[in-house]
């Protein structure tokens, strides 16, 4: 098994640098290091059954082999093994198949099966016929492409009774549809599923099926995947099919060498909030978990504030738009505008700084008073995710302000916030707490209305109180929404 191994990851820095971009992205395609494969097939418990494995999208056969390779090394009394390995791409076929033949060879009774069809497709049908095979366990890297309202694979997903917008996640859902109860589904999939509303109909239809086992992180970026200049944050999750959810193995480490691999246990709680809507999927790591402030806190419902995605959307409005304030013009806020979390208006770049009034402008901007705003894409530079900034009634040069589709607007009905709230506002989405709280299920830069609806906010009588002292303090800085916030924590 070790000369396959190293066939298997020299196969795969080859496909890596000699495989065009354009062909990669046409198929989702991002082959697994055997380093991750083997930690992967260790999550799951050893047993002495029969062993029936699905790869779907296994591309040269790595995931299943590391499993093959541990049943080997660990000398499972297991009867008998059954794997069924998918991959649309031809290309890859005559490799898939001699590894996987070469991870069996050593095994009496294992047998396997290589498809090259599309899996989603066949197993929609099969799965909707009642003719579909059935599974004790699960390993994936599935592909990530995005999947249009009104393509196939949308209509296949919905065969297992999920809506969803992307190929990864429709292919766990189908591979959690095959899984028998009680088997082990093991995935490593980008994290974007844990938050926003897209991704909801996932998260429920995992809730809905399946227990939470284990979830490992990893801390740097673009480590895992770093011979195919992935950036995407991806995550290790095992699922269980129709267990009972107690508390879940929290892991995680720096890179793919597994190096300082650090493990707790964490209540189920902590990874969803009790009466989160939106089902978010928390992942702490064990500093966060323990410094955990256990104090109740209110939403921004109870607070009577709300936060929208800026309304005005430049490029509909092209004709409207003005680089430099004019008579019968509103001011038209950009994140080019937002400086040292206030408003520095106007700015010479290529947004405008202006937009005409219109019938339907007036129906956007927002009237004179106080306002928060959030960047919904914080940059590189940004050591924070969220960056709050304020608008105040001495901003405008008329009764009314335009904000740009690109930031997040904390408001009151539409109408101004109090001054002390605005200003606590600032104080509580700028804290180091807050950023660590937004981390706990975002692995992005892209900050949405519905991901800041779902943070802890202090009651409206603490925030106010946050906004009197940050009132007081000529400068603004870390430390200072550091201290004053941990005031009421």
């Known amino acids: 098994m070790i000369a396959l191994a190293e066939t298997l990851e020299n196969e795969r820095i080859s496909h890596a640098a000699g495989t065009s971009l354009n062909h990669k992205e046409s198929f989702g395609q991002y082959f697994t290091p055997y380093s991750i494969a083997r930690f992967m097939s260790s999550l799951f418990p ?176 673009d ?52 009466g989160d809507n939106e089902k978010y999927f928390n992942i702490p790591t064990k500093q966060q978990f323990v410094n955990d402030n256990p104090a109740v806190y209110s939403n921004l419902k109870d607070l009577g504030i709300k936060v929208s995605t800026g309304p005005t959307v430049d490029f509909r409005m092209k004709n409207l738009l003005l680089k430099d304030y004019a008579e019968n013009s509103f001011q038209l806020i950009y994140s080019v505008h937002l400086k040292n979390h206030r408003l520095s208006w106007p700015q010479k770049s290529k947004k405008p700084n202006a937009i005409m009034i219109s019938e339907t402008v007036r129906k956007q901007v927002f009237p004179k008073g106080f306002y928060v705003l959030v960047k919904r894409f914080s940059t590189k530079e940004e050591t924070k995710r969220i960056v709050a900034s304020l608008v105040r009634p001495d901003d405008f040069l008329n009764d009314s302000m335009a904000f740009e589709n690109h930031l997040n607007v904390f408001h009151a009905n539409k109408f101004s916030l109090s001054e002390d709230a605005a200003y606590g506002l600032i104080c509580w989405l700028n804290s180091t707490y807050i950023d660590e709280k937004f981390r706990l299920f975002s692995g992005h830069t892209q900050v949405n209305a519905t991901d800041l609806r779902n943070l802890p906010y202090p009651s409206l009588i603490d925030l106010e109180a946050l906004g009197q002292k940050l009132k007081a303090e000529k400068e603004w800085s870390q430390k200072i929404f550091d201290k004053i916030s941990e005031s009421i924590k």
């Open 223 to 274: 480590k895992a995947f770093k011979d195919e200049a992935v950036l995407q944050e991806n995550i290790i999750i095992m699922l269980q099919k129709n267990a009972v959810q107690g508390n879940v193995k929290i892991s995680y480490c720096n890179d793919d060498s597994f190096e300082g691999l650090s493990e707790f246990d964490s209540p189920f709680t902590q990874i969803l909030h009790d």
């Open 46 to 221: 050893s047993t002495d059954k029969k062993i029936k494995l699905l790869d779907p999208g296994a591309g040269i056969g790595t995931l299943a082999c590391s499993f093959m390779e541990r049943i080997a090394k660990e000398n499972w009394n297991t009867p008998d093994i059954h794997i069924s390995a998918y991959d649309i791409d031809r290309d890859v076929y005559d490799t898939l198949k001699k590894n996987i033949a070469s991870s069996s060879s050593g095994f009496k009774k294992a047998d396997y099966e290589i498809f090259s069809g599309d899996f989603l497709e066949k197993t929609s049908f099969e799965y909707m016929w009642k003719i579909n095979e059935t599974y004790t366990h699960v390993i994936m890297n599935p592909p990530y492409k995005k999947i249009p309202a009104n393509s196939k694979e949308r209509q296949s997903a919905r065969a297992f009774g999920l809506e969803t917008v992307n190929l990864y996640s429709a292919f766990m859902g189908a591979a959690i549809s095959l899984t028998e109860d009680n088997g082990y589904i093991v995935a490593i999939v980008p994290r974007s599923f844990c938050n926003g509303l897209y991704y909801k109909p996932f998260r429920e239809f995992i809730l809905k099926n399946c227990a939470i086992k284990h979830i490992h992180l990893f801390e740097t970026r």
